[in-house]
C-alpha cells in the first residue's frame, strides 16, 4: 500500500518547507517518509525547533494593511510582499463580537445558518490595529479583527506557528544521562502555605517541567498520604479507574495486575487499554526499608527519545509502528474487561502528523493482527524488536531508586516507567490525573501569567 501521509516524529513544531517524500521500498509494503524525519531529527531538535518557530513569527509590521477582494475572499496584503486569502465565511463565522462569541465564556454565539458562501462584505476599514468589516447580512453586521488575530489565523497561506498557541512547544529529549540534572521542583514552591501568592507561579514551573521533559520530581514532600494527595490536587483532579482514585499499596496482589506483585517491570506507559490513556501517572514512595529490603529501583524511559532514534536509524520500523493499530486489554480484575473500541498504534500522531503519545505496554498488549497482512505480522515484530532494544539500552534507561519525600510525576502519554523487582516491605501511594486536565492548567496558568501574551483572542483556538 502507499501511505500518503508523511509521518513526522517527535517534533511537536510543525515541519515547514516540507522537502518531498520519499519512497522506501521494502518487500512488505511502499511507505512515504519524509526525509526531514530522518535527517532534520537530531538530539538538538530543540534548537532546530526555536530556530524554525522564530522564523514563522517574523511576523509583518503591524503596519495598516491593503486589501483587495473577489465575490467570496477578502485578501489582505501585509506591505511585505505577502498576503492572506480568507473566505468570507471563514472570517464571518470567526466574528468575535459580544453577539458571536461569549467574551465570558468564550463560546460561539452564533449558529452556521447565516454563514452562507454569499456572504457579502458591504466595506472594509483598516484602523487602530484592526480590520474592521461591515458585512451585507440582514441585520448589517460588524466585526472588528485585531491584526494579530488575522496573522495567527491566516491558513492560505500559514503565517505563523500556530503551535505556539496551542502550547506545543519544543521538547528537551533526554536518555540516561537525564541523571545528571533531572527536572525537579520543590514541594514548598508549590505549596500556598509555604510560598504564598508564588505558588500558582511554581505549579507553573512544575508543570512546565512535566511538558518539558515528561517527567519531574518534587522533593521535601511530606511521607504522607494526605500530603501526598493535596500536592496531586494541586496540579488537577485525581482521575478514578478501576484502581480508584488516589491510591496506597503494597505487593499484595490486592488488585489484578503485576504493579500489585514484587516482580520487575520493563518500561511501559499505563492504561494503554483506555481510549485516553492516564495523562500523568504519580508515584510516592512511602516507605521501603533497604535494608532488610532490596531492589525496587524505578526506570523511566523517554519514548519520545526512542522514537527519534527508530526515525534516524529505521525510519521504516518507524512508520510501521505507527501505521498498525495494537490493541490492549485489562482482564485481570473480576468485573472488568477494558479494551478501547478504537485501536491505536504503537506511536500515535495527531492530524498534522506530529507524534503525540506513545502507547507501549508489553504485558497488556492482547491479540494482533487484526486488518494486518501477512507482511504486516512480520514487520510488525521487526518494528516492535527495534523499540524494545532500544527501549533496553543503558543509552535510554534512567534508573533511580525513589526515597520517601520525593515524588515523580510522569506524562504517561510520553515517559514510560518501569521497575527491578524488590524484596522487602515497599509502600507506594499516588494517583492518575487525566491528559487533557492537566494541560489545561498548564495553559490556563500560561494566560495567567502572560507567557504567550494570551487574550481573549486566543482563547478558543
Ligand atoms: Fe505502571
Ligand atoms: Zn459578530
Redesign the pocket.
Known sequence: MILARSIRPVSRVRLLGGAAAVAIRTPATQVSVNPCLVGALRRSIYGNSTQRAQQLEQSPQLTLPQFSQTDSQIIIHWGDGRSSTFDNQFLYDHCRCPSCFHPKTKQRLKTLGPVQPDVKVNSIEAKDGAIHISWGTSPAHQSIFPLAFLQQASYDPPMMNRDRLLDRVPLNLWGANIAELPPTVTYNSVMPDKAGADAEKGVLKWLEKVHDFGFCFVTGVPTSTAATEELIRRMSFIRETHYGGFWDFTADMSKGDL?YSNEG?PA?T?TAYFTDPAGL?IFHCLSHPCPPGTGGETLLVDAFYVADQIAKRDPVAYETLSRLAVPFHASGNEGTMLRPPISQPILRHDHMGRLQQARWNNEDRCVLGEGWTPEDVREWYRAARVFEDICTSKEAEYWVKLTPGTVVVIDNWRVM?GRAAFTGQRRMCGAYVGADDWRSRRRALLQQFGVHGADQWSSGW
Open positions: 504493579a517491570l511501559h499505563d501517572q516507567h
